[in-house]
């Protein structure tokens, strides 16, 4: 059984940093894939970047240069930091990964706001 648990989700003022952290536990992970989505109120789950095993990325261009993703394949952890932050990013981030199945975390909130 693959367990997900993300932390580090809060209330930050606009133009803030957040860093939010996942961890995935269970026995064989053999992780591929590392995720973050977000999903804001009345809004679909958008992919916000993704990192392979090998430490390649990608990012929505709405997150570019403000955003990192990075993963820890040891630990089995993926960390996504988070400039510049805007009251639109408002959402549920969700850790997302693949091994032979994919995986959800069960979200964490973050809210941009002053």
């Known amino acids: 059984q693959v367990q997900l648990v993300e932390s580090g989700g809060g209330l930050v003022q606009p133009g803030g940093s957040l860093r939010l952290s996942c961890a995935a536990s269970g026995s064989g992970l053999n992780i591929n894939i590392m995720c973050w989505y977000r999903q804001a109120p009345g809004k679909q789950r958008d992919l916000v970047a993704t990192?392979?095993?090998?430490?390649?990325?990608n990012y929505a261009d709405s997150v570019k240069g403000r955003f990192t993703i990075s993963r820890d394949n040891a630990k089995n952890t993926v960390s996504l930091q988070m400039n510049s932050l805007k009251p639109e990013e408002t959402a549920v981030y969700y850790c997302?990964?693949?091994?032979?199945?994919?995986?959800w975390g069960p979200g964490t909130q973050v809210t941009v706001s002053s």
């Open positions: 990192i392979t095993r090998g430490g390649s990325t």
């Open positions: 997302y990964i693949t091994t032979w199945r994919a995986y």
